[in-house]
C-alpha cells in the first residue's frame, strides 16, 4: 500500500504546484521520440496540469513562452485565451488538443475543446467545444457595426499536405453557445479551393514539404496569402501537389464580411510565412 499512498502523493503534489517550468517540462515529454509509445499518456498528463494551471485566476493572460509546445494566443483586448497544442500519432501525424478561457462567460469559463475533424471543414458551424482541430497562430479583431469581430488564423499539419485556415469564432454569453466558424466570409473561393456556399471559414491546403502564408499584414490591412497552384496541371485538386505560384491574394475586411481580391500587387516580399515566437517549435511554424 505505501508506494501507491506515494504515487497518490506524488500526483497530488504535480497538480497542486503546476508552474511554467512544470508544465515545459511535461510538454516536451511526450514530443520525445523515445516516448512516442506513451505520447497520449503522457499528454494526458500535460492537459490536466495545464488546465489546473488555468483554474487560477492569477494566471490569466499568461502567453507560457517556455512552453515550446504549447500555443497561448489573446486578442488585442485579451478577452479571451486560447490554448492549442499537438500530440504526435503512433500511426503518424497528429492529434489535437484545446481549451479556452473567457473570463466574461456566465458559468464555468473554461471550454475543453475537441477535434471534430477536417472533413467538410469549410461548412461546420461548431459548438459546445467541437472546432476543426489545429494550431492557432494569431487573432484578428476587426469590428461590425461598433461590434467586435474574432477571426483565427490556424495551421493543421497533415502528412501529404498541411492545412492553414482562416476561422471564425462566435463566443456567446456562456460556453454552450460558443461556435467555430461564422458568417463573416463573402468568398466562393480562393485559388483552387471552391465553395458550394459561403463558408464558415476558408482553408489553404498544401504540399507538406513547403511553406505557405496565411498571415495578417499591417501595411496592406489585409491577410496576404500565398496563392497556391498544383505543379502539373492534372494533378487539380489533388492538395499534395500543391504550393505557392510566387504571387498573392488579399482577404480584407468590408461590410462587416471578410472579401478576397485575387492577385493581389504585392510590393512587399511576404514569401516567408508567419513566425511567431509562440507557435509550437516541433510544428515548424514557418509551414
Wanted: charged share 25%.
Amino acid at each position: 500500500m505505501r508506494p501507491l499512498f506515494v504515487l497518490i502523493l506524488s500526483f497530488s503534489s504535480l497538480y497542486a504546484q503546476v508552474d511554467e517550468s512544470r508544465l515545459q517540462e511535461l510538454g516536451q515529454s511526450y514530443l520525445l521520440p523515445s516516448n512516442l509509445a506513451s505520447a497520449d499518456s503522457l499528454s494526458e498528463v500535460f492537459a490536466d496540469s495545464l488546465w489546473s494551471f488555468i483554474s487560477f485566476e492569477a494566471n490569466y493572460g499568461k502567453t507560457l513562452t517556455q512552453v515550446s509546445n504549447l500555443s497561448v494566443q489573446l486578442p488585442d483586448d485579451q478577452s479571451f485565451a486560447l490554448y492549442t497544442w499537438a500530440v504526435p500519432s503512433a500511426e503518424g501525424g497528429f492529434n489535437f488538443h484545446g481549451f479556452l478561457w473567457n473570463k466574461q462567460w456566465k458559468g464555468s469559463q473554461r471550454l475543453l475543446l475537441r477535434d471534430f475533424g477536417a472533413v467538410d471543414a469549410p461548412y461546420r458551424w461548431l459548438k459546445a467545444g467541437d472546432w476543426i482541430g489545429a494550431i492557432c497562430y494569431d487573432i484578428l479583431t476587426t469590428r461590425d457595426k461598433g461590434q467586435k469581430v474574432y477571426t483565427l488564423l490556424t495551421f493543421r499539419p497533415g502528412l501529404s499536405y498541411h492545412t492553414k485556415y482562416i476561422d471564425g469564432i462566435e463566443l456567446g454569453s456562456k460556453s454552450e453557445r460558443c461556435h467555430f466558424g461564422s458568417r463573416i466570409f463573402n468568398i466562393r473561393s480562393n485559388g483552387d479551393e471552391r465553395y458550394a456556399r459561403r463558408p464558415y471559414r476558408v482553408q489553404f491546403r498544401y504540399n507538406s514539404s513547403l511553406s505557405a502564408a496565411v498571415r495578417w499584414d499591417k501595411k496592406h490591412k489585409g491577410i496576404i496569402c500565398d496563392h497556391l497552384a498544383p505543379s502539373k496541371s492534372e494533378l487539380l485538386e489533388r492538395w499534395f501537389a500543391y504550393g505557392p505560384d510566387f504571387s498573392y491574394d488579399k482577404l480584407y475586411w468590408s461590410k462587416g464580411k471578410w472579401q478576397i481580391e485575387d492577385s493581389y500587387p504585392l510590393i512587399q516580399n511576404l514569401d516567408i510565412a508567419p513566425t511567431n515566437s509562440r507557435i509550437p517549435t516541433s510544428l515548424d511554424p514557418k509551414r
